[in-house]
């Protein structure tokens, strides 16, 4: 989509300073979702967005305002007292924090929060997130506003943070990734097999040891079927490695680890799954779901965080750590074409109750709201 531009639109519109922060280095889902949102509300006549970045050496494209910072040194500040930064970001009227942080500002302040994981486990959390952890904290105690992409999140922040001041606005739809049906070189000596895919950061958030036990049991009846893991190393991996090394040497020699794929090979990957495995602990939104229902590939998944509210009636769902539960629902995925026609159907209205238009003009509506409030 490349950088973001400043609109010059004339007239009364609010000026948004929006943090683009997410669509510079590795592309995440967080990412994904700042970049499809900053491209809708391009089409917004009510605001001009004014992207910013927090930065000390990058070099933004034209129409970014930098603030001069590095990252982390700005966030230690920002967890205690701090100055505003209203001259730097240009004097506007709401300034949208879109990754968990919101610098000190005298206006209106939204910040997005994508799941609490972080905030229920801040022992599982690195350094920097929890710096971020406490700016948000102190953002929200300042009377900044927040923003979620599901009502599960929405109601987690009411907890953990102690504060009504929050709005459920849901997400669009991911690009689904090309598929060119050809069958992926990674699992060239699994040709024509079927396979269960487990798409994520492997982190323990995601669970994947439960999936993998979960395996075990399919595996026993099913003796052709695979498990593919995809997904960057993170914070689990040791113990995803520790339960496929559990697995007998014949089960264990149908499980591929392929680590961070691109998008070539996800939509290859998706478009010859027979079932996707989403049993995380908590999820705020879920982009492999719709993924997923967009390519027609059946879902097996938790009852965890935002996952049922986004997957809809179009998932077969369990308790994250009831592997019988699990295996069970992959045997039904992978064996019974009418489970999968209605998934499918399913899938087709699910699809429908997403859009980035929408996305756009409720966060529109939601600056003009703490806009007014501040007058």
């Known amino acids: 989509m490349g950088e973001p531009t400043v609109s010059n639109r004339s007239g009364d519109v609010l000026r948004v300073a929006f943090d683009a922060g997410p669509l510079h280095g590795q592309r995440t889902g967080i990412g994904v979702a700042v970049a499809e949102t900053l491209h809708a509300l391009a089409s917004e006549q009510r605001i001009d967005v004014e992207p910013y970045l927090l930065s000390f050496r990058s070099r933004p494209g034209q129409g970014v305002r930098k603030l001069p910072f590095p990252a982390g040194l700005a966030q230690r500040l920002w967890a205690h007292r701090s100055p505003p930064v209203d001259r730097l970001l240009g004097r506007p009227d709401v300034v949208h924090g879109t990754n968990y942080v919101v610098p000190p500002t005298t206006c209106p302040q939204l910040v997005s929060v994508y799941d609490c994981w972080f905030l229920d486990h801040p022992d599982d959390a690195t350094p920097d997130v929890r710096r971020a952890a406490s700016v948000l904290r102190r953002s929200v105690d300042g009377g900044a506003h927040v923003v979620t992409c599901s009502d599960a999140t929405s109601q987690r922040v009411r907890t953990l943070l102690g504060t009504d001041r929050v709005t459920t606005v ?196 939601l600056y003009l709201t703490l806009s007014n409030e501040s007058r």
């Open 170 to 365: 849901l997400l669009g739809l991911p690009e689904c990734p090309t598929a060119d049906r050809i069958w992926p070189t990674a699992l060239a000596d699994h040709a024509g097999h079927p396979f269960v895919l487990s798409l994520g950061t492997v982190e323990r958030r995601k669970n994947v040891p439960a999936l993998v036990a979960a395996f075990a049991r399919l595996a026993a009846e099913h003796e052709t079927v695979r498990l593919v893991i995809a997904g960057a190393p993170g914070n689990d991996q040791a113990a995803v490695d520790d339960a496929i090394a559990r697995l007998t040497p014949a089960v264990r020699s149908r499980v591929v680890v392929l680590g961070r794929v691109d998008d070539r090979l996800k939509g290859r990957l998706l478009s010859y799954a027979s079932a996707l495995a989403y049993m995380s602990l908590d999820e705020g939104f879920g982009f492999p779901l719709l993924e997923a229902q967009q390519a027609g590939v059946a879902i097996v998944a938790s009852t965890a965080g935002s996952i049922p509210e986004v997957a809809g009636a179009a998932a077969l769902l369990s308790s994250p750590t009831d592997t019988d539960a699990i295996a069970a629902n992959l045997h039904l995925a992978i064996t019974s074409e009418p489970v999968r026609a209605k998934l499918r159907t399913q899938a087709t209205r699910n699809l429908e109750r997403f859009s980035w238009a929408d996305t756009a003009r409720q966060l529109t509506d």
